[in-house]
């Protein structure tokens, strides 16, 4: 939910008790008075989870691939160029993109709460917003990588980039090998959501 990290120190005052549990309470109650159909909720949620979200990063970061202009563009000043796509709204006002080189290698958390591009990746996985991420992804950043299966040359550093209401951040995965022919709608399927956050890498085709 939209919230404001200035105004709250402790993010789990924002919160109900129990949260998954009011909802679940609230999803039966309003599906026994006729109010809501499970199935289409389902399908809601569904479509923010695995098709809206991840799709508009994966977009983005493919485009990037194809178009240095675009690429340039959106290092420079992402907000504007998500915007122009269509990608704003909610909980995506301030987008800085951060680039992966075999120098550096980007990941995203927030470790006060789970603040997420949702315009752009959707509705924040479950891990994302656990204590153990937001504690170890800075703590212990080539961990957690190697919990998510990803292991990174010795000589790669890692950036932990911490997000705010006020800052949102997009990880430009490194362009697969031998995938200089394929083209946007093709790169796209590479970019899996993880690797936008910075926890897995494009995938090799
Ligand atoms: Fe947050």
Redesign the pocket.
């Known amino acids: 939910m939209p919230?404001d990290?200035d105004h709250h120190d402790d993010?789990h005052a924002l919160l109900p008790p129990e949260p998954a549990l009011r909802v679940k309470a609230l999803e039966t109650l309003l599906t026994q008075k006729g109010l809501i159909d499970p199935a289409a909720l389902d399908e809601i949620i569904d479509t923010y989870e695995n098709k809206i979200g991840p799709r508009n990063g994966a977009r983005v970061v493919a485009r990037a691939w194809c178009d240095p202009d675009f690429r340039a563009a959106l290092l420079e000043n992402a907000t504007a160029v998500v915007s122009d796509l269509g990608f704003y709204g909610r909980q995506g006002e301030h987008m800085v993109a951060v680039e992966n080189t075999d120098a550096v290698h980007n990941m995203v958390v927030?470790t006060?709460?789970?603040?997420?591009p949702w315009p752009l990746l959707g509705i924040p996985p479950g891990w994302y917003k656990s204590d153990a991420y937001r504690a170890r992804a800075v703590r212990e950043p080539r961990k957690v990588l190697a919990d998510f299966g990803v292991v990174l040359p010795e000589n790669t550093a890692v950036r932990v980039w911490d997000?705010?209401?006020e800052m949102r951040y997009l990880v430009i995965p490194m362009r697969p090998a031998g995938t200089e022919g394929m083209g946007e709608d093709a790169l796209m399927e590479l970019v899996s959501r993880d690797s936008m956050i910075g926890t897995g890498l494009a995938v090799q085709p």
């Open positions: 919230h990290h993010p927030c006060l709460c789970s603040c997420y997000s705010t209401a």
